[in-house]
């Protein structure tokens, strides 16, 4: 079972950049697709981001295409979500989580590891 933790998370204005990132420990990091969920106050958990084992293949919520991107670094064992040009929609809680194979990572029910979650607010 892989375990991970998520940082990066905070308060930013409008316009602003952050950046996530997920270090995982306890399994071999680089045979996991890995994805960015990310849950606001009274709605669910969408999906954000993926990025498959080896990172050549991404994937994004329309939300965020050409402002969010995933990239990871096998080596560190750690999957980042470099945020651009935030706006308050983004306010949430963001998760990382593990999938092994997949079929679709825009589904939560594809990941079977999930982090704790970084709280990140963007304010106008």
């Known amino acids: 079972q892989v375990q991970l933790v998520e940082s990066g998370g905070g308060l930013v204005q409008a316009g602003g950049s952050l950046r996530l990132s997920c270090a995982a420990s306890g399994s071999i990091f680089s045979t996991y697709d890995m994805g960015w969920f990310r849950q606001a106050p009274g709605r669910e958990r969408d999906f954000v981001a993926a990025i498959r084992w080896s990172g050549g293949t991404t994937y994004y919520a329309d939300s965020v295409k050409g402002r969010f991107t995933i990239s990871r670094d096998n080596a560190k064992n750690t999957v980042y979500l470099q945020m651009n040009s935030l706006t308050p929609e983004d306010t949430a809680i963001y998760y990382c989580?593990?999938?092994?194979?997949?079929?679709?990572?825009?589904?939560?029910?594809?990941?079977?590891?999930w982090g704790q979650g970084t709280h990140v607010t963007v304010t106008s």
């Open positions: 989580a593990a999938s092994r194979g997949g079929w679709d990572l825009v589904l939560a029910s594809s990941y079977y590891s």
